[in-house]
């Protein structure tokens, strides 16, 4: 079996455009990565830079956990999966640079900006390397700010492609990928919580007992709370319903499309610093994100009409009735 990063898409979503392909005018390489909030957060780019190569090939690299997203997204012709080899791993990494020299890329777009994407500018060889939007030493269109990374990564985004010729980029929408949500039997109003997130990064997570409270609360003002979250978040959603029984807990149970999709139906969404809370705002829903001192909400929250940040060195001197009357439920 190959390996190295593989096609999923393969056909030109469109005849006009396909026509243009077999021309061979333009072929873009888009290379976004993860985790998931930052993948939400370069659709924005990645719709500007289908409306400025209108009829160009568009390739997406990224990793197997978006790949559902991205062959829902309408900005790429082809979606390439990466398998993220380690750097010694001569072999695989030969065989990707095989891949990205034969399709004969003319731009590509790093929305990355990383070691390892840089990193990918140089296995291209000099020879065989198109013009190149990143951070990359000798990149051709580099982003040569050197306070970027003290930037929001919208506005980091932006100004990437500001310096590439592209200068209207809009905040990401997700109306395409929504997905239907009559499965769950939800009720009209209800109430999105994320207690979940990164396993490794505990301080960002505010108590699932709070979440519980905070549920309670929610219940006796007649809204539903929703639970979401992934697989490894049962045991914070059962904590959750043990503690408020009205509860619907939904982890490890939806797709990203359904996550969008109880964003665009929610009430309001409450949650961490994690990858869902992206995706519930930009299907539109008025949301609440908790933030500890481990992150900067001046750099990474999700942006939209409504959204609302508190914020504590740490997460456990934050009281559910704080909370609750930033949400209107006290």
């Given amino acids: 079996m190959p390996r190295g990063p593989q096609p999923l ?13 077999r021309q061979g005018d333009v072929r873009i390489l888009v290379i976004k990565l993860g985790a998931l909030g930052d993948f939400v957060q370069a659709m924005g780019p990645a719709a500007a830079i289908r409306a400025h190569h209108p009829d160009a090939e568009i ?7 978006f790949a559902e997203l991205a062959r829902a997204a309408p900005y790429f012709d082809h979606i390439w999966i990466d398998e993220r080899p380690k750097l010694v791993d001569l072999g695989r990494l030969w065989r ?22 840089s990193a990918y500018f140089c296995l291209l060889g000099v020879s065989k390397r198109p013009e190149w939007s990143g951070i990359a030493w000798r990149a051709s269109h580099p982003h040569a700010n050197p306070a970027r990374d003290r930037m929001h990564t ?12 592209i200068d209207a980029v809009s905040p ?17 109003h209800f109430l999105v919580l994320v207690p979940g997130g990164s396993k490794h990064r505990p301080e960002k997570r505010w108590p699932a007992g709070r979440y519980a409270q905070l549920a309670n609360l929610a219940a006796k003002r007649g809204l539903v709370p929703v639970i979401v979250g992934g697989a490894d ?39 961490n610093d994690t990858g869902p809370m992206h995706l519930l ?14 992150s900067d ?25 704080e909370v609750a009357a930033t949400l209107h439920l006290s």
Avoid: H
Avoid at 281 to 294: F, I, T
């Fill in 96 to 117: 990707l640079r095989g891949q990205m020299r034969q399709a004969r890329f003319t731009r590509v777009y790093d929305l990355q900006t990383s070691r390892r994407s």
């Fill in 172 to 188: 990401p929408d997700l109306s395409w990928a929504k997905r239907d949500i009559a499965r769950f039997d939800l009720p009209e």
């Fill in 233 to 271: 978040e049962r045991e914070v959603g059962r904590e959750i319903v043990r503690i408020c029984p009205t509860a619907r807990d939904l982890t490890g149970r939806t797709s990203f499309g359904e996550i969008v999709g109880l964003g665009a139906a929610a009430w309001a969404s409450v949650g």
């Fill in 59 to 65: 390739t997406l690299l990224t990793t197997a956990p």
């Fill in 9 to 21: 898409l393969t056909e030109p979503r469109s005849n006009a455009r396909a026509a243009s392909v």
């Fill in 154 to 165: 919208l506005d980091r985004q932006a100004e990437q492609l500001r310096m590439a010729g």
């Fill in 297 to 321: 909400p001046a750099l990474t929250q999700p942006r939209g009409k409504s959204v609302v940040v508190l914020r504590r060195d740490q997460l456990d001197d934050l009281a559910v009735d």
């Fill in 281 to 294: 705002v930009a299907a539109g829903s008025p949301a609440l994100v908790l933030y500890s001192r481990a």
